[in-house]
């Protein structure tokens, strides 16, 4: 079964409106490139993704054309669990990732078409939303 976000989750998240506002639906980023996945130590974390929307049209060479562009930052803290699987292989290509609640904050978990897959609960998230290709 996919991972999938409620909105209702997004929304209790520092940043969660936008992400939902920007996208239309809560994301489940199939196909984002995780740009980077740094512990900066005490507990904490960033994890970087490219995301976009796929639409249905596709261009003359037949590849799905894409809209919505953006680079997604999570930031995490307090980070009580990490679980990685491949974790020098960034840029890594996400299959699913969900956030999901927990009594003790939240879980973040991603599995992987290639690459970086992972789960951890941290106590404390924030998203944020640049929007366009990364630089």
């Not at 491949?86 to 690459?115: C, H, K, M, N, Q």
Request: net charge negative; proline share 7%.
């Amino acid at each position: 079964m996919p991972l999938q976000t409620a909105p209702e989750t997004l929304l209790a998240i520092p940043g969660g409106r936008a992400l939902l506002d920007w996208f239309g639906h809560a994301p489940r980023f199939h196909d984002a490139e995780i740009l980077s996945f740094d512990l900066v130590g005490g507990g904490a974390a960033t994890l970087r993704l490219h995301a976009w929307t796929l639409l249905r049209e596709t261009d003359a060479q037949g590849y799905y054309l894409t809209e919505r562009h953006a680079v997604v930052t999570l930031t995490l803290r307090g980070i009580e669990r990490l679980e990685c699987r491949d974790l020098d292989a960034v840029p890594a290509i996400v299959f699913d990732l969900a956030i999901l609640p927990d009594p003790r904050g939240f879980e973040v978990e991603w599995t992987s078409s290639v690459g970086l897959q992972g789960a951890l609960l941290a106590r404390e998230i924030e998203i944020g939303l640049t929007p366009g290709r990364p630089a």
